[in-house]
């Protein structure tokens, strides 16, 4: 009898290790452990000044930090979103190889990893501030197509009319070095360098900046701030923009030719 159950309790005790060592098998273990790495990650790469987000948000309590981060990931699971167990594997994977690399290259490959451990097709809203502390929403394609979905990324520090890079991605927009409530707008279609533009924001959208009006471009609504322009005299736009109707009325704004895909 001893010798039965002693090989019952090493056969469980081998099914918990093993279960125990896929930490990305369903959404609450992947954000426990997402949480956990996450947060030693921000420690880690806190210096008291050239890192200030994890002392800013979380006070330095790494705690605080596990809690909150655990929290924004399973709500995204109570907004709809599907979870997908390979991704995020690969999601912690990449957070587990990249901790002690302190840099915007780290933070960048780590986002464009990350992507699509939720299946969230409008998993926020542009115009609201709804993805929480240190994130942003962001319009993509799935298909490589017209942006038609929304998500959460983490948010870098490029200001609007600033130069940006985009992540290893040929449509814009899904991983950039711009700041929240803004996207690295390329160059040209398929380019990873632009000039981060910033999100009209509001119930109604609107621009605070004076000289920029907002305009929805796309299906998705894209809610864009460009500088205004006069019908009259198109030649204030740059040679690859028209000057076309803003959303606001009375506003006309230099917008791009055409959508990027």
Partial sequence: MRRHRAIIHARTLAFVLIVAGCPGRDAPSFAR?????????QEKCWDGSTYTSFY??????????????????LAQVERGCTYRPDEGRECLRAVGERHERCHADRDLAIAAACAEVFDCPLECDLTQDSCGPASKCIPYSEDGGEWDRTKCVSASTGLPG???????????GYHDTCGPASLCWAEAPGALTGICVGFCEG??????EAGEACLLLGEL???LCLPTCTPSQPST????????????AGAFVCAPAELPE
């Avoid at 890079?165 to 814009?172: F, K, L, R, S």
């Fill in 237 to 248: 736009c740059a040679a690859a923009e028209n000057c076309v109707p803003a959303s606001e």
């Fill in 203 to 208: 119930i109604e959208p609107g621009c605070t």
């Fill in 56 to 73: 800013t948000m979380y006070g330095g309590d790494v705690e605080r930090c596990r809690r909150e981060v655990e929290e924004e990931q």
């Fill in 221 to 223: 609504g894209l809610p």
């Fill in 33 to 41: 452990r997402f949480a956990k790495l996450e947060c030693k990650r």
């Fill in 162 to 172: 600033e130069p940006c890079e985009i992540a290893g991605v040929e449509t814009a």
